[in-house]
């Protein structure tokens, strides 16, 4: 089979992986498969060329195209010439960087050098210097991880699940504490010792809807693997079963629900959201129709704050008041008080949502019952 053929199908099998790509763009002007776009730091897109380097595995993960069980077209390419392919892709200015992961060939610690050799080849024989995100395997050995960590400028660790139980209902390899937990702790470690490793950080993956989890469960374990072990972000993949796996008979996850979930996240990971701040239902999921910031608003006695005196973190849990406007907010106040909704607005405010939680000069103008979403 001719190379790029090859390369085609290694690049479809990665489209589950999301740990550096939210969106998808089918294919370039190029015409050529594997290019996805990430957001950079600046939040502009960075188109990345992503591929497996083998979709053979020798893991029986349940909700994976790639499990062992299932009969099709095993391909693997080599160190070489993954660097070549994305080279080529590179120096014709169709993408800015490479996303490596892969299924396990013959074990975990053969798969790992083979990524670290493309990494390898690329920094050391090719003089490239852009942007790498190498996939560390669950199990990865230290010395594999910290070699990855020094050829990549990302790394990430898909967590598939969000407890030890929910990870074990769909993938009887991997263990949950040792396999994922106890290399996030030796990235952290190794991070804090030298920030030169990995400088962009570590993200994560989970499944969702491919076994019972509940969002408060997914929104507790990734809240805390931000707060304690360094994660720099989250991506969620919402369940679609495939033919010849244990569970292509279960039901496919509605994509409203990782909608929720990434609305959620950023609750928790940039606006600094506790998750008993959000609201759940009984069973522990987030409504899929309402704002999961409207709806933690709507449940605090805080409100209404006056626009005056609230602290940044108060601000930020106002509908209508993001990141940047709260910052704003704080700023002008040094100088002048505000004293009308138009003073709100110029700096990026959503009046017509904030206005039902918030005071200017003591004066609280709407009635929240009379809030309209
Ligand atoms: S380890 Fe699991 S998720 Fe990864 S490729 Fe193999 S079967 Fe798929």
Request: glycine letters at 6%; hydrophobic letters at 35%.
């Amino acid at each position: 089979m001719e190379t790029l053929r090859k390369a085609q199908i290694l690049c479809d099998s990665s489209q589950y992986d999301l740990c550096d790509s939210a969106n998808h763009i089918k294919k370039s002007d190029a015409n050529l498969p594997g290019i996805y776009h990430t957001t950079g730091l600046n939040g502009c897109k960075i188109p990345l060329f992503k591929i497996l380097m083998t979709n053979k595995c020798v893991n029986d993960c349940k909700y994976c195209i790639n499990q062992q069980d299932r009969n099709f077209t095993r391909i693997e390419l080599t160190p070489e010439e993954i660097a070549k392919i994305f080279l080529h892709y590179y120096t014709n200015d169709y993408v800015n960087g490479l996303f490596l992961s892969s299924g396990i060939s013959k074990n975990i610690d053969n798969t790992m050098e083979k990524i670290i050799d493309v990494a390898k080849l690329l920094r050391k024989d090719y003089g490239y210097n852009d942007y790498i995100h190498l996939k560390i395997l669950p199990g990865a050995s230290k010395d594999s991880i910290k070699r990855s960590m020094a050829l990549g400028d990302r790394i990430s660790i898909n967590m598939e699940a969000a407890t030890p139980d929910g990870l074990n209902e769909i993938a009887s390899t991997k263990n949950f504490q040792k396999d994922i937990v106890r290399r996030f702790k030796w990235i952290q470690t190794l991070g804090k010792r030298n920030p030169k490793l990995a400088p962009s950080g570590i993200t994560t993956q989970l499944i969702i809807g491919a076994n019972n989890e509940s969002d408060q469960e997914v929104l507790g374990s990734i809240s805390s693997m931000y707060k304690k072990l360094g994660l720099k972000r989250s991506y969620f993949s919402a369940f679609s079963p495939v033919t010849g796996t244990a569970l292509e008979k279960r039901e496919k996850c509605d994509t409203q629900r990782t909608n929720q979930l990434y609305h959620a996240d950023a609750l928790i990971n940039q606006y600094k959201f506790d998750t008993d701040e959000l609201i759940f239902n009984k069973d522990g999921f987030l409504s899929l129709d309402e704002d999961p910031k409207y709806l933690a608003a709507l449940n605090r006695d805080i409100f209404p704050l006056e626009v005056n005196q609230a602290s940044f973190k108060e601000l930020l849990r106002v509908p209508g008041i993001g990141l940047i406007s709260a910052r704003k907010i704080i700023d002008i106040r040094k100088k002048k008080r505000f004293n009308n909704l138009n003073q709100l607005k110029s700096i990026g405010v959503v009046v017509k949502r904030a206005e039902p939680f918030i005071k200017i000069e003591g004066t609280h103008q709407t009635a929240l019952d009379s809030f309209k979403v």
